[in-house]
């Protein structure tokens, strides 16, 4: 089946760590540009970071900057999400989106080729 699945989200105190995981299945995300998506409550989703397939180029929004690094394993097909201190504002569901050999970070997951169900990130004390 043709697919990513996203992992790792849970409940974190402010100041706290968590690495969130989009791992693909049935294709290779190698060929893909990523995206991480995050949709706080009652908004609609938004980029926060991109890993570029053609180049490895990372973009990140300026509220993240700084704080998460996006990275990619191709040996576990898996892209990564590493956020470290986390704050209130970064609460909401995080997506990730691939699309094939994209030239530019999509905007909207339906940019995309695939996407996930999404992990619930809360950070809260």
């Known amino acids: 089946q043709v697919q990513v699945a996203e992992s790792g989200g849970g409940l974190v105190q402010p100041g706290g760590s968590l690495r969130l995981s989009c791992a693909a299945s049935?294709?290779?995300?190698?060929?893909?540009?990523v995206g991480w998506f995050r949709q706080a409550p009652g908004k609609e989703p938004e980029g926060v970071s991109c890993?570029?397939?053609?180049?490895?180029?990372?973009f990140y929004v300026d509220s993240v900057k700084g704080r998460f690094t996006i990275s990619r394993d191709s040996a576990k097909n898996t892209v990564y999400l590493q956020m470290n201190n986390l704050k209130p504002e970064d609460t909401g569901i995080y997506y990730c989106?691939?699309?094939?050999?994209?030239?530019?970070?999509?905007?909207?997951?339906?940019?995309?080729?695939?996407w996930g169900q999404g992990t619930q990130v809360t950070v809260s004390a």
């Open positions: 989106a691939a699309a094939l050999r994209r030239r530019l970070c999509g905007n909207y997951l339906s940019d995309h080729d695939y």
């Open positions: 049935g294709f290779t995300l190698d060929d893909y540009t």
């Open positions: 890993l570029m397939s053609t180049d490895g180029n990372t």
